[in-house]
């Protein structure tokens, strides 16, 4: 490689590191979904309106005030006896966001899986899947979780539940 090719190379490699922007354009690999998934699971349920349309993030904020006992973070979400069927919807949009955004700070897979989880909670709670989506694409969904190495226990117990109905 020529000082020239060498030099152009190095100011490649220096622009992408000081790249701001959201862009993500380091591969996940499947041993990160796990503990991604945990993190996101316990993380305070909030949203970067960076990925996220502000409308929709609004409507999980009211959505979040009128629940009781409140609801904090998505774990609580899917064990909670009764979440608002506005919460789910708004997190499972905000999900599906993620899930199909190239920005997305978390990995399409991990959003794709908390997706179906919601869906598995409102399919218990509220005896409908809260979705447009058909039988058999939501079965295709759960049995793609249910494939997922990296799942947690209660997310499995979760979606094999729903899957039963």
Do not use: N
């Not at 152009?8 to 862009?23: G, N, Q």
């Not at 998934?37 to 349920?45: D, S, V």
């Not at 999900?95 to 997305?104: F, T």
Request: negative net charge; aromatic residues 6%.
């Amino acid at each position: 490689m020529s000082e020239r090719s060498s030099a152009a190379h190095d100011l490649t490699a220096i622009s992408r590191l000081m790249d701001l922007s959201p862009k993500w354009d380091m591969p996940w690999e499947e041993t990160d979904f796990g503990p991604i998934l945990e993190h996101q699971l316990g993380a305070p349920l909030s949203f970067d309106g960076g990925v996220v349309d502000p409308a929709l993030l609004e409507q999980l904020d009211r959505a979040k005030e009128v629940c009781k006992p409140r609801i904090e973070t998505l774990a609580e979400m899917l064990s909670h006896d009764h979440p608002p069927k506005d919460l789910l919807i708004a997190v499972r949009l905000v999900m599906k966001k993620l899930a199909r955004s190239e920005d997305s700070p978390i990995p399409g897979e991990v959003a794709r899986s908390i997706y179906f989880a919601l869906i598995a909670v409102s399919m218990i709670r509220h005896d409908e899947p809260l979705t447009s989506l058909d039988r058999q694409s939501i079965q295709k969904g759960f049995d793609w979780c249910l494939a997922q190495t990296w799942l947690g226990a209660d997310m499995v117990v979760l979606i094999r539940r729903a899957s039963a109905l």
